[in-house]
């Protein structure tokens, strides 16, 4: 499997996403502000996979922490927790995974624990949150094969391989077991404008994994599928809105309205740390926003005019009408989503 992202005893070692496929560079972060700007830039992207590093990140500074007593060594936590939660605003698996980083810490400070006994805990649960996450691929992978079907032509947009987790993938996870049951022909993976994920990380991954891949970039995808060459959709997300409604790499609305109007189902894969059943709707996820020079330029090449204002959403929102199904590690949900969604955590 992929080394997207470890913890060595003096730092987080992640692979340097936005370097792929040209270069495979390993950024080692020994301080969490290391860590948080290493999200914010991209070296590491992927909703669980940022959520992985934000732990990591935060275990990593308190372990450096010079506190002598429980009272600032919680001042520092504090101020770590805040850090991972202004890198990037719309994968809930951030704000989850250090939503699960207070509460062991909260339960060790009730238990009267000493800063060392913390600083193990808080080791201890994001190395839990990389294992987890690692499992709950492979799971989404076995529940999401049998909906693929045999000699199935897929498609998919962005990264949401093991690249973007902790390892596997999600809807790529859903790919590989698919393909090791001898069920998929191919993939078509998006290109993925502007910061081309697509091209650069999900065709990395299905190539070395020896799946057959073609590249293509988004507006080609709506007359594959006019002519009968899509048997398949399944894309990750960066947060499920309770209704089930999702954010996911800008661009997924539109391949999701040419599946429907190509009768192509369409899946979403994402653990449970991706379903956030505090937001109501798709309008109430915070869509981030990224510089304009992601789309004024390719690489160092410039291809639009300064003078030009620039949109650059890094997200959008597919409605659940348009959804098929929600691939999770516990199992599909279908709509009605709202119920469906709601069970899984009861
Ligand atoms: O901006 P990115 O690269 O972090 O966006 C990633 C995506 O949109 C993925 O599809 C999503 O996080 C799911 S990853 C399993």
Redesign the pocket.
Same mark, same amino acid.
Do not use: S
């Given at each position: 499997m992929l080394p997207t992202i470890e913890r060595q005893p003096d730092a987080v070692v992640m692979i340097d996403q936005r370097k792929l496929p040209a270069q495979e560079v390993y950024v080692h972060c020994k301080t969490a502000n290391e860590v948080a700007k290493a999200i914010k830039t991209m070296v590491i992207? /992927?909703?669980?996979a940022i959520g992985v590093a934000a732990a990591y990140g935060i275990a990593l500074g308190m372990q450096k922490s010079k506190a002598q007593g429980t009272r600032e060594f919680a001042v520092e936590f504090n101020k770590l927790c805040e850090l991972m939660a202004g890198t990037r605003p719309t994968?809930v698996n951030l704000f989850w995974a250090i939503g699960q980083m207070k509460k062991v810490f909260a339960a060790g400070v009730q238990a009267g624990e000493s800063v060392e006994e913390l600083k193990a805990r808080l080791n201890a649960e994001a190395q839990k949150i990389h294992d987890d996450d690692v499992a709950s691929c492979q799971a989404m992978g076995r529940f999401g094969a049998e909906v693929v079907p045999p000699n199935a032509r897929i498609l998919t947009h962005?990264? $949401?391989g093991a690249l973007?987790?902790a390892g596997y /993938?999600?809807a790529l996870g859903v790919i590989r077991a698919a393909a090791e049951q001898g069920k998929v022909q191919g993939v078509f993976a998006d290109e993925t404008r502007p910061?081309l994920?697509g091209a650069r990380l999900t065709a990395w991954e299905l190539v070395r994994d020896h799946i057959p891949t073609t590249v293509i970039t988004e507006s080609m995808a709506g007359p594959l599928m006019r002519d009968g060459k899509i048997d398949f959709i399944v894309? /990750?997300?960066?947060r499920i809105a309770a209704n089930g409604d999702f954010a996911?790499?800008i661009g997924t609305y539109t391949v999701a309205m040419m599946a429907k109007a190509h009768g192509v189902p369409f899946y979403v894969a994402a653990p449970l740390s991706t379903i956030d059943l505090n937001t109501p709707d798709g309008g109430a996820i915070p869509i981030e926003e990224r510089n304009r020079r992601e789309v004024t330029h390719v690489g160092s090449t410039q291809v639009a005019p300064d003078a030009a204002s620039v949109w650059n959403p $890094?997200?959008d929102v597919t409605p659940h009408a348009l959804v098929s199904g929600i691939i999770t590690e516990r199992g599909i949900c279908r709509a009605p989503f709202d119920q469906s969604l709601a069970a899984l955590f009861r």
């Open positions: 992207r /992927g909703a669980p994968a962005c990264n $949401a973007a987790t /993938g999600t910061f994920q894309v /990750g997300a960066d996911n790499k $890094a997200f």
